[in-house]
């Protein structure tokens, strides 16, 4: 009789045992899958870096994700995803290999490549139609229609260390003035609404040039490289989240696709403009998840 009531404590323990792993190992599936399916992206205050994101964040959550949103300066993008212990995944604005080289030179050791969110890039100086200049050596010839200033944005951006390159390249009597995105746009506009001479350090994709009729003055000593908007990751995102990285490398929109996802922006907001935006080209998005 004894030796019968330990054998059925025996089995109740061994019961035990087994039902609380089973639980332990279904909590634990269920907490794996739950943070396969949540994604941080970090992006800058740049007109296409945030049309991608807010793109990406639309068509990330209609597909059952929960997607946090990071605003950063580049510089700041590109150290955190390196981190072992990055809290951010991805970044959709990289513009390599030449304008960013530099953050690269330092992380990209660290970081993936997963794809591109346009591919013909390009940076340089811009001026409207009407200024009748066409070349950054005309710009000491005309200083004082520009006030010998370049209208540029943030110091963090790669195309501001290039313009400080330019500005020695073809010894310019300019001073590049560091703004923000908006607050060069809002200049753009301001000179444009009274034909008035202006350089702003510009870049393909941007709404810009579906909003002004621009152009860029040539660049003979080659400073403004050719770049793509590359997509880059921490290490190990695409292991941990594999449809998700499979999105990623597949993003790619082409320049009036972008120009119009902008417009939308633009227009209505950014998280209901892009969401609007991929609703009207669902099966172009989806097709990214394939």
Avoid at 154 to 169: F, M, R, V, Y
Avoid at 216 to 222: C, F, I, M, R
Wanted: with cysteine; hydrophobic share 40%; net charge negative.
């Amino acid at each position: 009789m004894l030796k019968c009531r330990k054998f059925g404590i025996l089995m109740v323990v061994v019961a035990l045992v087994a039902a609380f792993t089973s639980c332990t190992n279904s909590g634990q599936k269920k907490a794996s899958k739950t943070a396969e399916k949540q994604v941080s992206i970090l992006y800058p205050n740049w007109a296409e870096g945030i049309a991608f994101t807010h793109l990406a964040q639309a068509a990330l959550e209609a597909h059952g994700y929960k997607v946090e949103l990071t605003n950063l300066e580049p510089g700041l993008i590109y150290g955190e995803l390196s981190k072992s212990n990055s809290k951010g995944d991805v970044f959709l604005d990289a513009w390599l290999p030449n304008t960013h080289k530099d953050y690269w030179a330092d992380y990209g050791d660290k970081l993936v490549k997963l794809g591109e969110a346009f591919s013909g890039g390009t940076t340089g100086l811009v001026v409207p139609s009407y200024v009748d200049i066409n070349s950054i050596d005309e710009l000491n010839a005309s200083k004082d229609k520009f006030d010998g200033e370049i209208i540029g944005i943030g110091s963090g951006a790669g195309i501001h260390a290039n313009t400080l390159k330019a500005i020695e390249a073809y010894n310019l009597d300019f001073e590049q003035v560091t703004s923000s995105g908006p607050a060069m746009i809002a200049s753009l506009d301001k000179a444009v609404k009274k034909k008035e001479w202006i350089v702003v350090t510009g870049w393909k994709p941007h709404y810009m040039w579906a909003n002004f009729d621009l152009k860029y003055l040539a660049d003979p000593k080659g400073v403004y490289p050719q770049d793509v908007c590359a997509i880059i990751s921490r290490r190990g995102f695409a292991e941990d989240k594999p449809e998700a990285a499979k999105f990623f490398q597949n993003f790619n929109l082409e320049e009036q696709q972008l120009y119009a996802l902008m417009a939308a922006i633009k227009a209505d907001g950014e998280e209901a403009g892009a969401r609007k935006w991929y609703e009207a080209n669902k099966a172009l998005v989806d097709a990214w998840f394939k």
